[in-house]
């Protein structure tokens, strides 16, 4: 039988954006996140990750300061015994950058949100019903990805998106200003 899951957003869904972070000191965990992260792992759900971080394809952080501050995430989380992340996906597409052969990651957008590429993987790697899923981030592009991939979508208003956030809420099934609203709200879905 196949698996629920919550799909994230990284920044400014999980912790706070800093653009092109390569530096694990710079990692702030929003608050409230590891609660609403512990709930849904203890209602049954597979959480993954799924992230653009065009700072590999832009050359401003390299995959071992990606590999860092990730750890530094996870170790903020502290999200207890037997409770991890099933998979952390990143595209590393530079949207700047098109077609370049010399660059082959900098050049390949095909994975980057809205793109549904990276749920589908690992849909695939973890045998996840889509369409019993959920997708969370606080971009339009999240909500999108989520979309595309036969999610269900919430829009957490954190960060420094607002101006997408009117866009965002329309395409989303739900929008709240916190984590902790989202879980509650994905909880209560058939």
């Given at each position: 039988?196949?698996?629920r899951a919550v799909f994230f957003?990284?920044?400014?869904?999980?912790m706070w954006n800093v653009p092109?972070?390569?530096?694990?000191?710079?990692?702030?965990?929003?608050?409230?996140?590891?609660?609403?992260?512990?709930?849904?792992?203890?209602?049954?759900?597979?959480?993954?990750?799924?992230?653009?971080?065009?700072?590999?394809?832009?050359?401003r952080i390299t995959h071992e300061?990606?590999?860092?501050?990730?750890?530094?995430?996870?170790?903020?989380?502290?999200?207890?015994?037997?409770?991890?992340?099933?998979?952390?996906?990143?595209?590393?597409?530079?949207?700047?950058?098109?077609?370049?052969?010399?660059?082959?990651?900098?050049?390949?957008?095909?994975?980057?949100?809205?793109?549904?590429?990276?749920?589908?993987?690992?849909?695939?790697?973890?045998?996840?019903?889509?369409?019993?899923?959920?997708?969370?981030?606080?971009?339009?592009?999240?909500?999108?990805?989520?979309?595309?991939?036969?999610?269900?979508?919430?829009?957490?208003?954190?960060?420094?998106?607002?101006?997408?956030?009117?866009?965002?809420?329309?395409?989303?099934?739900?929008?709240?200003?916190?984590?902790?609203?989202?879980?509650?709200?994905?909880?209560?879905?058939?």
């Amino acid at each position: 039988m196949s698996r629920r899951a919550v799909f994230f957003d990284r920044d400014d869904t999980l912790m706070w954006n800093v653009p092109y972070l390569g530096d694990p000191a710079g990692v702030r965990v929003i608050p409230g996140v590891p609660e609403a992260l512990r709930t849904l792992a203890g209602a049954g759900f597979e959480l993954f990750i799924v992230s653009n971080q065009s700072g590999i394809g832009r050359g401003r952080i390299t995959h071992e300061q990606l590999r860092a501050v990730t750890a530094e995430m996870l170790r903020q989380l502290d999200l207890g015994e037997g409770i991890s992340f099933r998979g952390i996906y990143h595209s590393h597409g530079d949207p700047t950058v098109r077609g370049d052969a010399a660059h082959p990651e900098a050049a390949d957008l095909t994975t980057r949100k809205p793109s549904p590429l990276l749920p589908h993987r690992a849909a695939r790697e973890h045998g996840i019903d889509l369409h019993r899923s959920f997708f969370v981030g606080d971009r339009l592009g999240d909500i999108l990805c989520g979309r595309n991939a036969g999610c269900r979508t919430a829009l957490v208003r954190t960060g420094e998106n607002g101006k997408e956030w009117p866009t965002a809420a329309r395409f989303a099934d739900f929008a709240a200003d916190s984590l902790g609203e989202v879980a509650s709200w994905i909880l209560a879905q058939p």
